[in-house]
């Protein structure tokens, strides 16, 4: 079923005189249940399109519709609740508060997210979410005494303990070893079906296209190829 | 979750550094102000101490009470017209004891009052701080100007005039140490300012406090100390938060992102500034009102509840605005800027 659907987005920046413009065009549809990902080039729009589609900056152009509703046309507080209760967060460093237990920062997502459940219930599901991560036992830890991989399983912890129906991630394994970058790559998967949630992902790594379900290419703000 | 609680305890050594520094801004803040409060009592505590009225001076005394006379003629129909009226002088002066050890005191002589203390011929009530001095009730002191002696009757506290002890004398006797009839002032309690007597010039308390040389400028000195370091409080929490917040920029560009509230964010910080200003001002409140306990009899200090909870209110809502300011530049936080930024 498709949530996610991106209709003839433009993007346009101006710096000083010169307007450039960045996304040309873009029509996609994301499905339930699915790790899509987006490939290019290094400035390609990529980080543009996510971001839009996650409602982090106006689209200059088109419709970005999400569970049957036009974003663009929302104000910036219904789309601040959209973000905090239906999209989870990954981004390339885990950006976690530095002041919080790994558990306290679970709490805070399903605080922010504004979650209905009873203190038990949070207890509960956050440690359920802490056990997927495996990163159960560092629960009561500060991110500082986490390494880079740990805090990146945090991070996708938190973008998912309040079960959002599309997850954001953009470059979640650039600042990750192979290893670890498999492991966090099997996890947004896994996180993808078992939760049925839509996954939209930037990505560099070609190693990384094995555990995605569709890869779309970008290229000079065009989706090049759409494919599985 | 009370995110700004665990940011507190995660990192108190910053959080202790600016309490400590509110702690002392705000102590030496309130030992100021009771010091100002102390020296204006020791300054003009039998002014100070009369209810609401009016005070009357001769018009050609131009504001100095001490050149002022009141016409005899006009004085008996004030007097007879409002009962509690009633006329005085002050004038400094000497004393000297059984020893001939020279006090300096202040003369004050009336007609009949409640306000003051009336002492018949050849008596005299003096203010508590000359039994420091060695004066007893009973004991003889005599004045240079004056043909006979004075007899103590008793004391008063606290009842200082131009930081000197107050000497309650006989009006008569009064009239001869100085060589004048009349008397400088006429004092009418509840008295309104609309009522006007030829010749005469009306104060209300505090303008007649003011009439007094050297009682403005002091307050004033001090009175500009205090609201001073009240700036400064106000100045420390703006910096303070500032340096926070401008560390903490990707921080709340990420917790944006993933949908805080931007008021959530406000309310943190001021949570943190109230803690903090709280806990301060209990310990400053404690100690100043320690200090006023056991200040040497000698100080002039005096602290009173009310000043300290003015303060208090002062220092709160100075240390809000402050926050507040500092916290303008959460509102403008981009969320996308912070993620770009990368580790926070
Ligand atoms: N806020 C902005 N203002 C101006 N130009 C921008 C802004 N954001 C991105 N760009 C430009 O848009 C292009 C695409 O950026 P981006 O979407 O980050 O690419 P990618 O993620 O594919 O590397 C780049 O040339 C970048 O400089
Ligand atoms: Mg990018």
């Known amino acids: ?228 | 979750m009370n995110i700004a609680w665990k940011e507190i305890k995660k990192n108190k050594v910053r959080f202790l550094i600016l309490g400590s520094i509110v702690f002392l801004v705000s102590l030496l803040t309130f030992i100021i102000s009771g010091l100002a409060n102390g020296l204006s009592q020791d300054n003009a505590a039998l002014i100070k101490d009369l209810p609401k009225g009016q005070f009357y001076m001769n018009k050609d005394a131009e504001e100095t009470y001490n050149l002022s006379k009141i016409d005899s003629d006009i004085q008996k129909e004030i007097l007879n017209k409002q009962k509690d009226a009633v006329a005085f002088s002050i004038q400094m002066g000497f004393l000297n004891d059984k020893d001939d050890k020279q006090q300096s005191v202040a003369f004050v002589a009336s007609t009949d009052s409640k306000l003051f203390k009336n002492v018949k011929d050849g008596e005299i009530i003096l203010d508590s701080s000359l039994k420091n001095k060695g004066i007893k009730v009973g004991d003889t002191l005599t004045n240079n100007q004056f043909s006979g002696e004075f007899i103590v009757k008793g004391f008063v506290d606290q009842k200082k005039y131009s930081h000197a002890p107050v000497a309650y004398i006989n009006m008569k006797n009064y009239q001869e140490i100085y060589r004048v009839m009349e008397m400088q002032l006429i004092f009418t309690p509840g008295g309104d300012s609309s009522k006007e007597f030829t010749g005469l010039q009306s104060f209300s308390n505090k303008d007649f406090l003011n009439t007094i040389p050297s009682y403005n400028a002091e307050q004033m000195s001090l009175n500009m100390i205090v609201w001073f370091l009240v700036v400064i409080s106000g100045m420390l929490f703006a910096i303070f938060f500032y340096m926070m917040n401008v560390q903490k920029v990707g921080l709340y560009g990420i917790l944006k992102a993933i949908g805080i509230k931007t008021s959530r964010l406000f309310k943190m910080m001021w949570t943190q500034m109230l803690f903090i200003t709280i806990i301060a001002l209990i310990m400053s409140i404690t100690l100043s009102q320690f200090f006023n306990m056991v200040a040497p009899e000698g100080m002039p200090f005096h602290l009173t509840f009310e000043t300290t909870a003015q303060l208090s209110i002062v220092f709160l809502i100075i240390g809000f605005i402050g926050a507040t300011l500092s916290g303008m530049q959460i509102k403008k936080i981009e969320p996308l800027q912070a993620i770009q930024q990368g580790e926070a």
């Open chain 1, 1 to 228: 079923m498709t949530i996610f659907t991106l209709d003839k987005v433009r993007k346009t920046f101006t710096n000083g005189e010169i307007e450039e413009e960045i996304l040309k065009g873009i029509n996609l549809s994301l499905k339930e249940g699915e790790v899509t990902a987006l490939v290019g080039a290094s400035g390609s729009g990529k980080s543009t399109l996510l971001t839009i589609a996650a409602g982090l900056q106006p689209a200059s152009n088109g419709q970005v519709i999400f569970d049957g509703n036009n974003m663009t046309a929302m104000s910036s507080e219904e789309v601040r609740k959209i973000r905090a209760s239906k999209f989870g967060f990954v981004f390339q460093f885990a950006h976690l508060v530095p002041f919080l237990t790994v558990e306290e920062q679970l709490m805070l997502m399903l605080d922010v997210s504004e979650s209905r459940l009873s203190k038990q219930a949070r207890k509960a599901e956050v440690n359920k979410i802490l056990l997927l991560v495996e990163m159960d036992h560092k629960k009561n830890a500060y991110p500082s005494s986490l390494s880079g991989g740990e805090k990146q399983r945090v991070a996708i912890a938190r973008a998912i303990i309040h079960e959002p129906k599309v997850l954001f991630a953009d470059e979640p394994t650039a600042s990750l070893d192979s290893k670890r970058s498999k492991d966090v790559m099997s996890l947004i998967q896994n996180i993808t079906k078992t939760l049925n949630i839509t996954t939209l992902m930037v990505t560099h790594d070609e190693e990384m296209l094995s555990y995605v379900d569709h890869v779309i290419k970008m290229s000079d703000g065009i989706v090049l190829q759409s494919g599985d």
